[in-house]
Nanobody, 128 residues
Framework: QVQLLESGGGLVQAGGSLRLSCAAS?????????MGWFRQAPGKGREFVAT????????DYEDSVKGRFTISKDNTKNTFYLQMNTLKPEDTAVYYC????????????????????WGQGTQVTVSS
């Protein structure tokens, strides 16, 4: 059974940083799996944040986080990350990691419907 476990969330002041981790267990994801981060703020729908291709060579970010967030992966640990810098109160949300089967190692996807596996979410709260 595949499980994705997020960690690293918490409370931070505006301008601060957090690093989220998503550790996969139950299987080793090959390079034909894209990985992504989504978030859901109170009263809002789930939105795309960042994604990385299976090869790790291609990334894509939602406009509001470009230049502040960085997605990365470590295949040796079956883990991927979201480094979040210069956090803003509007970044407050539950953050979810997810993994999507792809037919190419260079593909990424922003569409939540493409993702096959999801973590349980971790709360990130940014105070002003």
């Amino acid at each position: 059974q595949v499980q994705l476990l997020e960690s690293g969330g918490g409370l931070v002041q505006a301008g601060g940083s957090l690093r989220l981790s998503c550790a996969a267990s139950g299987r080793t994801f090959s390079n034909y799996y894209a990985m992504g981060w989504f978030r859901q703020a109170p009263g809002k729908g789930r939105e795309f944040v960042a994604t990385i291709s299976g090869s790790g060579g291609r990334t894509d970010y939602e406009d509001s986080v470009k230049g502040r967030f960085t997605i990365s992966k470590d295949n040796t640990k079956n883990t991927f990350y979201l480094q979040m810098n210069t956090l803003k109160p509007e970044d407050t949300a539950v953050y979810y990691c997810a993994v999507a089967r792809q037919w190419s190692r260079v593909l990424t996807t922003r569409d939540a419907r493409d993702y096959d596996y999801w973590g349980q979410g971790t709360q990130v709260t940014v105070s002003s």
